[in-house]
């Protein structure tokens, strides 16, 4: 562990201190670090989380990296665009990474002018034709998000550069001219994290590795570690590539929930375990844990949706309590256990995420920083409804169908 022993005794004395040590033990035993002395601030929904960021951006005075899975070439995405070509005019060191796939609708020539402006422009596994054609490589994508100022203040969640985002989840978004039919569009609910101190560096090093893997010119140099900031966060930032043995971020959360000894509080937008998730999720309620999830009851992809519910059933008989929010989009990625280890990132719990996509999260330790993640499940929690064992099985044979047939392309959802 990185740090200072006094900090860990400070995170020990929020309570729940053999708890702490617990979780901290076993994330230590796959070989990951934690690094002491970090700031976190929880940020609800994408008007808080851009607001912050942009005030960031705004003062950046050396660097700027961003890394993107979307980035639409809408209201918000040219507010932060023109920011990126002030700041890359100016003599500010600005990079970003955009996925090909990801960011499909948004015209060249959008990064083109980026470039021009002298922003520094990586798109990540370009959608191109070749000979041999490469599917594993089209099937590869980056779907983290990252924002590095001048190293020393580091975002990362669930948020994609999209107007989606541009509402909290409980406000109307103003209807496009081709949008006039159908229910009103809501703000998509999301939460991300603001991170300053040593766990910056590892953000970096993180883009920094993308961009080199992907050949991009100019090769970025990975912050250097910040000396302590009075912070008293425990911090472990995890990335995961399809090259690795063993994805980092679903190896820390199956040892978390295979370690849980009260609850586990999950909130995840697309959900479609495979079946090692659903042994330790259903293992942790059979041995008394309180293993409640609450997941999207509306989904932008109803497949994933009926692939991800085609697991109700088994959860349920197992003690694992569903429930469904259907009053916006969830798009938030997050789990908190036992009270003391939490996870914010861009990884799902599905396939795509774990053996696809290169994503990324943060856990973070201590009861202090767990109770606001517990309050912000609940606040979930209250706007969802509860899926129960007798709904479940009065569901008709067309519903069943749907899951079953989006059970079949899980692999590839």
């Known amino acids: 562990m990185q740090g200072s022993a006094a900090k860990v005794r400070d995170v020990q004395e929020e309570g729940r201190a053999a708890l702490l040590k617990h979780h901290i033990g076993a994330l230590g035993a796959l070989g990951e670090f934690t690094t002491a002395d970090n700031q976190v601030k929880l940020l609800i929904d994408g008007p808080a989380t851009f607001k912050a960021m942009l005030a960031d951006l705004e003062r950046a005075k050396g660097s700027i990296q961003m890394e993107s899975y979307i980035f639409e070439d809408e209201e918000l995405g040219k507010r932060i665009a023109d920011i990126l070509k002030r700041k890359a005019r100016s003599g500010v060191e600005t990079r970003l990474i955009y996925d090909a796939v990801g960011s499909l609708t948004t015209p060249r020539a959008f990064f083109d002018e980026l470039a021009q402006a002298g922003v520094l422009v990586c798109e990540f596994n370009p959608v191109r034709t070749s000979f041999p054609f490469r599917a594993d490589k089209l099937n590869h994508r980056d779907h983290r998000k990252i924002t590095i100022v001048d190293g020393k203040v580091a975002y990362t969640g669930g948020i994609n550069i999209s107007d989606v985002y541009s509402a909290g989840s409980a406000s109307v978004l103003k209807r496009k001219p081709d949008d006039e039919e159908g229910e009103p569009r809501r703000g998509w609910r999301d939460t991300s994290v603001r991170v300053q101190g040593p766990a910056v560096t590892d953000f970096s090093i993180l883009f920094a590795d993308t961009w080199m893997r992907q050949g991009c010119e100019r090769a970025p140099i990975p912050a250097q570690r910040q000396a302590a900031l009075g912070g008293d966060r425990l911090l472990t930032v995890l990335g995961s590539t399809p090259s690795d043995n063993e994805p980092r971020i679903y190896?820390?959360?199956?040892?978390?929930?295979?370690?849980?000894?009260?609850?586990?509080?999950?909130?995840?937008?697309?959900?479609?375990?495979?079946?090692?998730?659903?042994?330790?999720?259903?293992?942790?309620?059979?041995?008394?844990?309180?293993?409640?999830?609450?997941?999207?009851?509306?989904?932008?992809?109803?497949?994933?949706?009926?692939?991800?519910?085609?697991?109700?059933?088994?959860?349920?008989?197992?003690?694992?309590?569903?429930?469904?929010?259907?009053?916006?989009?969830?798009?938030?990625?997050?789990?908190?256990?036992?009270?003391?280890?939490?996870?914010?990132?861009?990884?799902?719990?599905?396939?795509?995420?774990?053996?696809?996509?290169?994503?990324?999260?943060?856990?973070?330790?201590?009861?202090?920083?767990?109770?606001?993640?517990?309050?912000?499940?609940?606040?979930?929690?209250?706007?969802?409804?509860?899926?129960?064992?007798?709904?479940?099985?009065e569901r008709n044979l067309w519903r069943r169908m749907q899951e079953q047939f989006g059970r079949l392309f899980e692999y590839w959802l």
Do not use: C
Not at 365 to 389: H, I, R
């Open 251 to 393: 190896r820390a959360l199956l040892t978390a929930i295979g370690n849980a000894k009260l609850s586990v509080h999950m909130t995840m937008s697309y959900f479609v375990p495979d079946a090692q998730t659903v042994s330790f999720l259903t293992a942790a309620a059979r041995r008394g844990v309180d293993v409640t999830l609450v997941l999207q009851g509306m989904s932008d992809s109803k497949l994933v949706l009926r692939a991800g519910q085609s697991y109700y059933g088994e959860l349920i008989k197992a003690g694992v309590r569903i429930y469904e929010r259907t009053d916006t989009l969830l798009h938030a990625k997050t789990t908190v256990i036992d009270g003391v280890w939490s996870t914010i990132g861009s990884s799902n719990v599905d396939w795509r995420s774990f053996l696809h996509n290169d994503e990324v999260n943060v856990v973070v330790f201590g009861a202090d920083f767990a109770a606001e993640m517990e309050a912000l499940f609940q606040s979930d929690l209250a706007l969802s409804q509860e899926v129960t064992a007798d709904a479940w099985a």
